[in-house]
């Protein structure tokens, strides 16, 4: 069935310093690779959003990179905050027979020492 | 603020009991969808309606079901609980049928004792 693999598990990183994440997926259909966010006690909140047709995307502070021959994509977080402590999850949209759905990394706890 | 709005935010209940978790997702937003998040397991899918249909299931219980009201709020029925069941349910939207954003509610906690 669909796969995203998620790696690290945990990041700790020094403020100013630059997080990458990376994950892989399985399924070669999937043409869409968001990024979500989820701080303590809130639900996950789109960061940042990539589509099979473009190999990179740029938003301030965060970038995301798209290897679609590889199955690869990653995040990555230059000069890193306090405030970018959280968990971060990928995500691959996956089409079904008459719905879809996103399917989630396990999850990476980013945290940045101040 | 997503706009998607979850009830109750937080749940206690006993082994064998059932519950009942409701979503409104955000105004005009057609498709709702119910993920369990445990620590565990990460984010699993577990069904997304459309306009008040059901278009997709994940790995979703029996003992759990789910509908969508011509309102287009949706209501999560988890039944004949076990401990493992405890977990956060989250509950998103999106305004488009295809790919796109999802946006979550900020979860329904269960805790089953």
């Known amino acids: 069935g669909e796969n995203v693999e998620q790696h690290p598990s945990t990041l700790s990183v020094q403020e100013g310093d630059s997080a990458v994440i990376k994950c892989t997926y399985s399924?070669?259909?999937?043409?869409?690779f968001p990024w979500y966010k989820q701080e303590l006690g809130k639900g996950p909140q789109l960061i940042i959003d990539?589509?099979?047709?473009?190999g990179e995307k740029k938003d301030q502070r965060i970038a995301v990179t798209l290897n679609k021959t590889a199955k690869h994509f990653s995040l990555h977080i230059t000069e890193t905050q306090p405030e970018d402590s959280a968990v971060y999850f990928c995500?691959?949209?996956?089409?079904?027979?008459?719905?879809?759905?996103?399917?989630f990394g396990a999850g990476t706890i980013l945290r940045v020492k101040s | 603020d997503s706009g998607v709005t979850q009830t109750p935010k937080h749940l206690i209940t006993a082994t064998g009991q059932r519950v009942t978790l409701r979503c409104s997702p955000r105004?005009?937003?057609?498709?709702v969808y119910w993920y369990q998040q445990s620590l565990d397991q990460g984010l699993q899918f577990l069904i997304q309606?459309?306009?008040?249909?059901?278009?997709a299931k994940g790995n979703i219980l029996e003992r759990f079901s789910a509908q969508q009201f011509p309102d287009l709020h949706s209501e999560l029925n988890l039944s004949s609980l076990e401990l493992g069941d405890s977990a956060l349910y989250f509950c998103?939207?999106?305004?488009?049928?295809?790919?796109?954003?999802?946006?979550f509610g900020e979860g329904s906690r269960l805790t089953v004792l």
């Open positions: 990539i589509r099979s047709n473009v």
């Open positions: 399924d070669s259909a999937s043409n869409y």
């Open positions: 309606y459309y306009n008040g249909e059901e278009r």
């Open positions: 998103a939207s999106s305004v488009v049928f295809e790919d796109g954003e999802l946006f």
């Open positions: 105004s005009g937003d057609l498709s």
């Open positions: 995500a691959a949209y996956v089409l079904m027979e008459y719905g879809n759905k996103l399917v």
